[in-house]
C-alpha cells in the first residue's frame, strides 16, 4: 500500500510540474542564474588570485627591495650573504626623456639588469629575446607601453644624451611582475602614471648606469628571502649594511603599488562574486514560495480528499517540499555547468585585459559544491513553509475548498472615497480585487518591486560608470593636457607656453607622493598642488556642491571619509622626505579614481622644500582643434619630459573599463530576463488561480474583452503601486553594492539619471502587458462547466 502511495504522489508531482511547465522552468532559469554567477564569479576571483600569485612566484617577484642613492658592488655583495636571503639582483634606475618614432615626448624609465638569469623581478618575454653578452643600447619595452604604442623587435626609441640623440634598437617585448599594473613611485615626475605618458624599458646594466653616471654603481637592490612572511630580521640586517648608501626608501612586497592596487581589485571583485548571487537567489527564493503558496491554496480541496483517503501529514510535506527541490536540483546542476564554463571566460578575457602574463586556471570544487548548496538551502526555504501549510490542513474544511461563507466588506477604499462605488462595473472589479484577497496583492505587487529593483540597479550601475567617466575627464579637468619638465623656471616656462599657437590657457601644478597622519592612522598618497584661484580644476563634493581650495586647508577623496571615517574639520599631518605640516579638512571631494588630496600649490611646493623648482607640470587648455600643434610646440621647448594628454588617458582607461562594461551588460541581460520572469509567474499565478471567477463572470454574459480589459486594469494599477516601492529598493541595493567597489584606487557614488526611472517604469509595463497575455488566451479558452463546478480556487 504504501509503494502505491508513493507511486500515486510521484505522479501527482509529475503532472503537476507538467502543468505548471512554464513558470517551473522559469523559476529553474532563475535559479540556474544564480548559481551560474555565484561559482563563476567565485572560480574567476580565485582563479585571478592563483594567477596573481602563479607569475609573481614564477617571475621571482621581490619580497623587498631598497632604493638608495649610491650601493657599490661590495655592498651586493654583502647583503648578499644575510641570512635567510635567497637571491639578490642589483639595478639601476634612470628616468630619461625619450622620443618616439613620431616625435612624441615620453618620460622614459629605464632600468639596467644584468644580463645573466635567473634574476629577482625577471621577465617574461612576449616577443623577441633576451640579453647576450656584449649587447649594447638596445632595450626591451615593457608590454603595456608597447602595445599602446605598437612597438615590435627592430623598432627605434631615441634619448637625448649630452644635447644629442642616441637611438635605442627595441630587441623584445616583455612582463614583469613589478608591472602587471602601471602605478606611481614615490618621487615619480607624475601622479598620473599612464603607458601613454610613460615608457617603460629594460637595458643592459652597464648602459644604464652610464646614463645616470654611475659607472659599476647601482641604486637599487632586489631581494627574495625564504620566509616572507616574517621578513624583518632580513630587512634590519640589509639596512644596517647599506646604512652608508643613502637609503630614500624600502619597500615590502604587500607596500608596492601595483601590487596593493590589484589586491584592491580583487577585493572589490570578491564583494561582487557573493553579493549578486545572493540577491538572484534570494529572488528566486521569493518566486518559488508564491509558486507554491498558490499551488497549495488551489490544491486545498485535493490536499483533503487526500488525507481523508489515509495520506499522512508526512507524505503530503514531502510532495510539496520535492517541488521546489526538483527546482533547486535542475537549477544547480545546470548553473554548475554554465557557472563553470563562464568562470574560465571571465578569467582569461580579465587576465588579457589586465595583462596577466601567466594565467593558472583551476577547478575549485568545493565552490561548485557551495553553489549547490546555496541553491538547494534556498530552494528548501522557500518550500518548507508552504509544506507546512498543505501538511497542517484540516481534511474537512480543506475539501470544501472556497465554499465557506465570506461576509462581503466594501473595501477601505471606497468608503473613503464614496464616488468610487459609482464607478462602472469594468472599473470597480478591479480596484474591489485588489482588496478582496490582501495576500495575493501583497505577492503580486512584492514579486512586481523586486522586478523593477533588479534592472534599476544594472541600468544605475550603467549610469554611474558613465557619470564618474564623465566626472573624471569632463567635469572635474578643464585642461586638455599636462606638460612635465624637468628644468626651467615657473614664470619662464608659462610665459613660453602661453605663446604658442593654440594655447589658450596655461597653469602650473606639482604633484608628489607624500604620508597623510591622523589619529594613530596613515596612508600613502599623492599630493597635487593646485593654484587657489585655478581655472584648470573644480572641485565638487559629493552632494553636487563646488568647493575652493583655501590655505591651511586640504582637500580629500571622499574615500577618506568612507573608509577612514575622518570628517570635516579634522586636523591631518602631511608629510615629505623634507618636511611635514598640519592642514584642516576643508572638505571631501568626488574623485572617481584615486585617493589623493589637493592643496594650495605654494604650501605643496614647502612641504618638498621647494626641492622642486625645476621641476614641475603645467596644466595647458588647448583652443579646438588645435591639439597636434600644441604637441609640437611644446616638444620643441627644451626641458620638456613629457606631455600627458587627457584624451589619451581616457581612451586607456576605457579599455580597462571595457571588461566591466561587459560584465554590467551580461548582468543586466540576467535581470531583464529575472524580472521578466518574475513578472510572468507572478501575473500568471494571479489570473490563473481566479479560473473560477473568470469562468463565472463569462456565463452571466461578460464579454471576453471587457474582461481582458478588467484584468488588465487591475494588473496595471499593482504594477504602478510597485513602481515608486521598487526605485526607492532598487537605489538602496545600488548604494550597498557600489559601496562593494569602494577602494583605495576607485571610488564611486550611485547615480541614476531621471530618464533612467522613466525607462525602468515604461518598461516593467510593458513586461506586464506582454507576461498576461498567455493566461488571458487560457482563460478565454476554458470549459465555463466544467470551470464553475469546481470548488477549488
Not at 596573481?52 to 632604493?67: G, I, Q
Not at 557619470?467 to 586638455?480: I, L, Q, W
Not at 613660453?496 to 591622523?518: A, F, M, Q, S
Request: some cysteine; charged content about 20%.
Amino acid at each position: 500500500m504504501k509503494r502505491l502511495e508513493a507511486t500515486t504522489m510521484r505522479i501527482k508531482l509529475m503532472r503537476e510540474i507538467l502543468n505548471a511547465k512554464v513558470r517551473f522552468l522559469a523559476i529553474t532559469f532563475v535559479v540556474m542564474i544564480g548559481v551560474t554567477i555565484f561559482i563563476a564569479s567565485s572560480m574567476s576571483y580565485r582563479n585571478l588570485k592563483t594567477s596573481y600569485e602563479y607569475t609573481y612566484k614564477k617571475l621571482n617577484f621581490a619580497d623587498f627591495r631598497v632604493k638608495s642613492e649610491r650601493i657599490p658592488p661590495y655592498i651586493v655583495d654583502r647583503v648578499g650573504t644575510v641570512n635567510g636571503v635567497k637571491m639578490v639582483t642589483p639595478r639601476v634606475r634612470k628616468d630619461v626623456s625619450l622620443i618616439m618614432s613620431d616625435g612624441k615626448h615620453l618620460m622614459g624609465r629605464m632600468i639596467g639588469i644584468p644580463t645573466q638569469r635567473p634574476m629577482v623581478d625577471d621577465l617574461l618575454l612576449e616577443e623577441g629575446r633576451f640579453f647576450v653578452k656584449g649587447d649594447k643600447m638596445v632595450c626591451i619595452a615593457e608590454k603595456h607601453f608597447a602595445k599602446f604604442y605598437d612597438l615590435h623587435t627592430g623598432d627605434t626609441l631615441v634619448y637625448y644624451r649630452d644635447g644629442k640623440k642616441v637611438p635605442l634598437k627595441v630587441i623584445g617585448v616583455a612582463s614583469s611582475p613589478e608591472y602587471l599594473v602601471l602605478a606611481g613611485e614615490k618621487g615619480d615626475f607624475s601622479p598620473m602614471m599612464s603607458a601613454t605618458a610613460m615608457a617603460i624599458a629594460w637595458m643592459p646594466v652597464a648602459d644604464v648606469q652610464a646614463m645616470a653616471n654611475m659607472p659599476g654603481e647601482y641604486n637599487q637592490v632586489l631581494f627574495k628571502v625564504g620566509n616572507p612572511g616574517n621578513m624583518d630580521p632580513q630587512i634590519n640586517a640589509v639596512e644596517e649594511i647599506m646604512k652608508y648608501t643613502g637609503i630614500k626608501e624600502v619597500v615590502t612586497q604587500g607596500q608596492h603599488q601595483g601590487n596593493r592596487m590589484l589586491q584592491a581589485d580583487l577585493e572589490g571583485f570578491r564583494g561582487f562574486a557573493l553579493f549578486f548571487p545572493i540577491l538572484f537567489l534570494g529572488i528566486a527564493c521569493f518566486s518559488i514560495y508564491i509558486l507554491l503558496s498558490r499551488l497549495v491554496y488551489t490544491q486545498r480541496p485535493f490536499i483533503g480528499v487526500m488525507r481523508a483517503m489515509g495520506y499522512t501529514k508526512r507524505q503530503i510535506l514531502y510532495h510539496y517540499l520535492s517541488f521546489a527541490m526538483i527546482i533547486g536540483l535542475l537549477g544547480a546542476l545546470a548553473g554548475a555547468v554554465a557557472g563553470y564554463g563562464l568562470s574560465y571566460l571571465i578569467a582569461r578575457v580579465y587576465a588579457g585585459t589586465i595583462g596577466i602574463p601567466l594565467i593558472k586556471i583551476k577547478t575549485y570544487w568545493l565552490v561548485i559544491f557551495q553553489g549547490m548548496s546555496l541553491s538547494l538551502i534556498f530552494c528548501a526555504v522557500a518550500g518548507i513553509l508552504p509544506a507546512l501549510k498543505s501538511a497542517r490542513l484540516d481534511p474537512s474544511k480543506a475539501m470544501r475548498g472556497e465554499m465557506l461563507e465570506h461576509k462581503f466588506r466594501q473595501p477601505v477604499l471606497e468608503r473613503i472615497i464614496p464616488p468610487l462605488s459609482r464607478i462602472p462595473l469594468f472599473l470597480k472589479i478591479p480596484v474591489r480585487n485588489m482588496f478582496r484577497n490582501r495576500r495575493r496583492t501583497v505577492f503580486t505587487v512584492v514579486g512586481l518591486v523586486f522586478s523593477v529593483m533588479l534592472v534599476l540597479v544594472f541600468m544605475a550601475v550603467l549610469n554611474t560608470t558613465n557619470y564618474a567617466m564623465n566626472r573624471g575627464f569632463n567635469m572635474n579637468n578643464r585642461f586638455d593636457m599636462v606638460a612635465v619638465f624637468l628644468g626651467g623656471k615657473d614664470e619662464t616656462m608659462i610665459s613660453k607656453i602661453r605663446r604658442l599657437d593654440g594655447v589658450r590657457d596655461v597653469e602650473p601644478t606639482i604633484g608628489y607622493n607624500c604620508k597623510v597622519r591622523w589619529d594613530g592612522d596613515s596612508t600613502e598618497t599623492v599630493m597635487m598642488g593646485v593654484q587657489p584661484e585655478t581655472r584648470m580644476r573644480r572641485f565638487y563634493t559629493p552632494e553636487g556642491q563646488q568647493v575652493a581650495l583655501t590655505d591651511r586647508h586640504i582637500l580629500m577623496s571622499q574615500w577618506f571619509n568612507k573608509k577612514k571615517n575622518l570628517q570635516v574639520g579634522d586636523v591631518v599631518d602631511v608629510s615629505t622626505t623634507w618636511r611635514s605640516k598640519k592642514f584642516i579638512i576643508a572638505a571631501f571631494i568626488e574623485e572617481p579614481m584615486g585617493n589623493q588630496v589637493y592643496m594650495p600649490r605654494d604650501e605643496v611646493r614647502e612641504l618638498l622644500a621647494y626641492g622642486t623648482n625645476s621641476r614641475g607640470g603645467f596644466y595647458v587648455q588647448v583652443r579646438p582643434g588645435r591639439n597636434l600643434a600644441v604637441r609640437d610646440g611644446l616638444q620643441k621647448l627644451p626641458g620638456l619630459a613629457a606631455i600627458i594628454d587627457l584624451n589619451e588617458i581616457k581612451r586607456e582607461v576605457e579599455h580597462y573599463m571595457n571588461l566591466m562594461y561587459i560584465i554590467v551588460y551580461v548582468m543586466l541581460i540576467f535581470a531583464l530576463i529575472m524580472a521578466f520572469t518574475l513578472t510572468f509567474n507572478t501575473i500568471t499565478i494571479n489570473i490563473l488561480e481566479r479560473e473560477r471567477e473568470v469562468a463565472t463572470i463569462r456565463t452571466i454574459g461578460t464579454e471576453s474583452w471587457k474582461i481582458s480589459v478588467m484584468t488588465t486594469i487591475e494588473n496595471l494599477i499593482l504594477g504602478l503601486l510597485s513602481i515608486i516601492p521598487g526605485f526607492i529598493l532598487g537605489v538602496v541595493v545600488g548604494k550597498y553594492a557600489m559601496s562593494l567597489q569602494q577602494t583605495e584606487y576607485f571610488s564611486l557614488n550611485l547615480v541614476v539619471y531621471p530618464r533612467t526611472y522613466l525607462i525602468v517604469a515604461l518598461g516593467i509595463i510593458a513586461i506586464l502587458l506582454i507576461c498576461q497575455v498567455p493566461s488571458l488566451r487560457y482563460v478565454k479558452k476554458v470549459e465555463l462547466a466544467k470551470a464553475t463546478k469546481e470548488r477549488g480556487a
